[in-house]
């Protein structure tokens, strides 16, 4: 992979044509390679979605709440008991979801309005459905599938400009072979739309990053989009946070002033988007309930519940009853399995903690016509890693009881820990020309 920098390395001046790497054969070979593996999950996305255009698929149980409670907004309108979802209205899909599950959420089979989540992926369902019906969520999977290719192409076109296009092509193969990156794009819950946020966000945060520029239009973008991610869901609250972080510590210049600044700032507009989210939820609730001291209990009430480790039907499957022993079940059994990661997460981690654990000055390990492959290894690039490692695990270890009960779409937060990893290498190993002018001396650190 090539070098992680914001600005290209100067072609060569003399020598024969394939020395440019970064024009011709070389460029069109790297645009082909980006726009198969888009092309490849986008008809894998669009194929799910047709084979489940009128039945529920991967989380059963919230896609069935979302359609009914959608059904209900569009026949009362979105002001209807302060835009609150009603995941028990109706007769669309029985027997599947919160209406009937007495012991977990709904009581009675009616009147079951859900405030422990925001509302957003009921309120695009609705929005999309409003234009056919609700009791088929085809068309709907078709625009989280639009939706969630939009979100990779962009992040796609962020590495291609701001880092190189050989950087695009390799990433682009690889992220594309994780399963859980597109496997719930066609998803009528909000996991696809969580993924296809997070990965518009990385697109915002490296080009502030590589660029070295902030600018309102790309904080706007930012906090946006965290905003809108905080809207679906609580559960990518660090990710949303502290992902921008993890990318401007990528950087040689870390430790200067104007580095630190754009760090400071991505962390308090990321973080500060998606608390918004949470604190316009919390208003909403307060509405529906008739005051903040009771929307502030429902919300406790719920917290100690998903963070007590112990769970009515699901104890049976925590391992030591504590926030450790989520991770540790995550880590050992969950996040290889085929569905999530195939091997490839684990694959990630051993390549890098290998490349990371040597120690050494710059060199060149590998010469092939006028190129040299250069090794720069870093400090700092273990402490990147292990960051996004931590990142990835705040939800599980903070909700041992909610990290359990949804086991079937948690594990795609440590997507986030393949990306930096990517990155990471990208900038251990650099392609770059033998007779090209030396580079200042970097920082070790």
Same mark, same amino acid.
């Given at each position: 992979?090539?070098d ?5 390395a100067p ?5 024969p ?19 198969l593996?888009v ?15 009128? !039945?529920?698929t991967l ?23 302060a835009?609150?979802?009603d ?5 669309l ?12 959420l709904?009581?009675?089979?009616h009147d ?5 989540n ?50 695009a ?19 009528t ?10 990965l ?26 965290t ?14 946070a ?9 950087? !040689? ?22 608390t918004?989210?949470q ?18 209990? !429902?919300?406790?009430?719920a ?22 022993g ?11 399995r ?10 990630w981690?051993?390549?890098s903690g ?7 000055? !710059?060199?060149?390990?590998l010469?092939?016509?006028?190129y ?38 948690l ?23 033998l ?11």
């Amino acid at each position: 992979m090539t070098d992680l920098t914001a600005a290209p390395a100067p072609a060569p001046t003399a020598g024969p044509k394939h020395r440019v790497l970064r024009t011709g054969s070389s460029t069109l070979i790297a645009f082909a390679l980006v726009t198969l593996s888009v092309m490849w999950l986008a008809g894998k996305g669009m194929l799910e979605a047709s084979l489940h255009a009128r !039945d529920l698929t991967l989380d059963i149980y919230g896609e069935a709440d979302v359609a009914r409670a959608a059904s209900r907004f569009l026949d009362l309108g979105f002001t209807d008991h302060a835009g609150i979802p009603d995941v028990a209205y109706g007769d669309l899909f029985a027997k599947q979801g919160g209406k009937f599950d007495k012991q977990e959420l709904c009581a009675e089979p009616h009147d079951c309005f859900y405030t422990h989540n925001p509302p957003g992926s009921v309120y695009l369902y609705a929005l999309v459905s409003a234009l056919h019906t609700p009791a088929n969520p085809y068309l709907p999977r078709i625009v989280n599938v639009l939706l969630c290719v939009a979100a990779l192409g962009w992040f796609l076109r962020a590495v291609w400009k701001w880092l190189s296009p050989w950087n695009a092509a390799v990433i682009a193969v690889l992220l594309t072979q994780i399963p859980m990156v597109g496997n719930n794009m066609h998803g009528t819950c909000y996991h696809g739309h969580l993924m296809a946020l997070f990965l518009a966000e990385m697109a915002v945060a490296l080009t502030i990053v590589m660029s070295g520029k902030i600018t309102a239009a790309r904080l706007i973008a930012l906090g946006l989009l965290t905003f809108v991610s905080g809207w679906f869901s609580y559960e990518f609250a660090g990710i949303c946070a502290f992902s921008p972080l993890l990318v401007t510590f990528l950087r !040689d210049d870390w430790r200067e002033r104007a580095s630190l600044k754009r760090a400071l700032w991505l962390t308090l507009v990321a973080g500060g988007g998606f608390t918004l989210a949470q604190v316009l939820h919390l208003v909403q609730s307060a509405v529906f309930f008739g005051s903040f001291r009771l929307a502030l209990r !429902d919300l406790a009430t719920a917290g100690a519940k998903r963070t007590s480790g112990v769970g009515s039907s699901y104890k049976n499957n925590f391992v030591l009853g504590h926030p450790i022993g989520t991770w540790l079940a995550y880590w050992t059994s969950l996040v290889g399995r085929p569905e999530f990661f195939d091997g490839n997460f684990f694959a990630w981690l051993l390549s890098s903690g290998t490349v990371l654990a040597l120690r050494g000055q !710059d060199s060149i390990i590998l010469r092939w016509r006028g190129y040299g492959l250069h090794w720069a290894p870093r400090r700092r690039y273990v402490f990147v890693v292990t960051g996004a490692l931590l990142v990835a695990s705040m939800w599980i270890t903070a909700m041992p009881q909610h990290a359990f009960v949804h086991v079937h779409f948690l594990p795609r937060q440590f997507t986030l820990v393949c990306i930096v990893v990517m990155f990471v290498m990208a900038r251990v190993f650099r392609i770059r020309p033998l007779d090209a002018a030396a580079d200042p001396v970097p920082s070790t650190t």
